[in-house]
């Protein structure tokens, strides 16, 4: 069959009803194992002779269907389902990774990742540096005979700072270096990094995929070799498997994402030329801004600007929690990506984890402020950010 379209493939990708009984939604196989005819055919299944189903952490019906989808979506081999986004990212991290290597990252990253970095230097003496990756000199200079893998989150949390995906698997490519794109603040219906050259993009689906503040999970698409030796190996073994139930509830909410992300940029793009015109607001950061410093690299590799805006509030830290407390309906929580408009506090919240010292570094001062721009309507959610950032 002909290849669909993104907004038929968020619906059709992946599943058919008529082995299911003509069940327009894809069934929830809640279960756990799965009965084999004989010992031969067990024994077959295990030993990767015969395809078919063994054990749900090493596959489930479910979560089949999204991972289908979902490859199909960011235009890779294969999809694999995660029980979290960091669940994805240290199965990817420790796959590609041995022992005494390097990973080259961005200048910035979400604070558990950055974690999980320091934790594999702390442990296995697997070191880390980070980059701009402005140009290719910037890339060249830190790769090492030890390099193992590129990581990189565009755009980057919460800093909003972009990355050029070509250029950098570029660069990757003369040295055989896989490349791994955190694609979480995006979605593929804004930007797929396969299809610019990258190796494997990976999600917090928690997130956009999702985008009703009610599933943990993480999604990951790459070649499917790679990926079938990560489903036996570091998914396996150290277990973090995405629950059927969670699965379903990804499949539909993946249903509508062109529609929400539609939304999500345009109410984004009302609010950022809002803020950046507030007296009490010195700093906004979104890439869909024309003045941005990486808009070029917004118009190259992205649809729209996204749903997420950082900006800093005039004065100190307490102004900025000041502000935070003020605020009505706009929900004070991390995570992004939820019909509902929330925001967060980087520096205490989300990047907490990170040293005072790198975290300024990567950009993150006291006064910002994220914000995921929700589905409501968009004059009510400034109107929210309005009166809490005028009251005294
Ligand atoms: C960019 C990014 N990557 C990864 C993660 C981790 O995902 P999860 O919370 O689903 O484990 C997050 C969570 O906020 C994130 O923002």
């Known amino acids: 069959m002909k290849k669909k379209r993104f907004e038929t493939a968020v ?18 196989f809640q279960t ?9 055919q067990g024994e077959r299944r295990f030993a990767g002779e015969e395809e078919g189903y063994m054990y749900s952490r090493l596959g489930n019906p479910t979560v089949t269907v999204l991972e289908k989808r979902i490859a199909a979506l960011e235009g890779g081999e294969r999809g694999l ?40 230097k702390e442990k296995y003496n697997i070191d880390h540096d980070f980059s701009s990756m402005a140009t290719k000199e910037d890339i060249k200079a830190l790769i090492k005979p030890n390099t193992a893998c590129i990581y990189i989150e565009t755009p980057i949390n919460p800093t909003m700072k972009l990355i050029d995906l070509e250029l950098v ?10 490349v791994v794109v955190d694609n979480t603040f995006s979605s593929p219906y804004l930007q797929r990094p396969l299809e610019l050259g990258c190796d494997v993009v990976l999600h917090s689906a928690t997130k956009y995929i999702g985008g009703h503040g009610d599933v943990i999970a993480g999604l990951v698409v790459g070649k499917k070799e790679f990926l079938d030796d990560v489903q036996m190996t570091t998914q396996k073994d150290m277990g973090g498997v995405m629950p059927p139930f969670d699965a379903w509830l990804l499949i539909r909410g993946l249903k509508t994402l062109p529609l929400r992300m539609d939304r999500h940029c345009i109410n984004a793009e009302k609010v950022f030329e809002k803020l950046k015109n507030h007296e009490k607001v010195t700093n906004v950061y979104y890439p869909g801004d024309s003045s941005h410093p990486d808009y070029l690299i917004k118009q190259k590799q992205m649809k729209h600007g996204g749903g997420l805006i950082s900006f800093e509030i005039k004065g100190s830290k307490q102004d900025a929690q000041n502000f935070l407390n003020k605020l009505s309906f706009i929900k004070l929580a991390v995570s992004l990506g939820d019909t509902e408009t929330l925001i967060e506090h980087p520096a ?18 006291d006064q910002l402020i994220r914000l995921s721009v929700g589905l409501e309507a968009w004059g009510d959610i400034w109107e929210d950010i309005e009166q809490a950032l005028n009251k005294k």
């Open 32 to 40: 756990s194992t799965y009965t084999f005819d004989s010992a031969e």
């Open 81 to 120: 389902a995660f029980s979290s986004g960091m669940a994805a990212v240290s199965a990817i991290l420790v796959a590609l990774t041995k022992a005494n290597d390097h990973i080259l990252a961005s200048e910035g990253l979400y604070g558990c990742t950055f974690g999980l970095l320091t934790m594999m």
């Open 169 to 178: 698997a570029e660069v990757a490519k003369e040295y055989d270096i896989p």
């Open 11 to 28: 619906i059709h990708e992946g599943y058919d009803e008529k082995v299911l009984l003509g069940s327009l939604s894809t069934p929830i």
């Open 348 to 365: 205490t919240m989300t990047h907490a984890v990170v040293p005072e010292d790198e975290r300024v570094n990567m950009g993150i001062s």
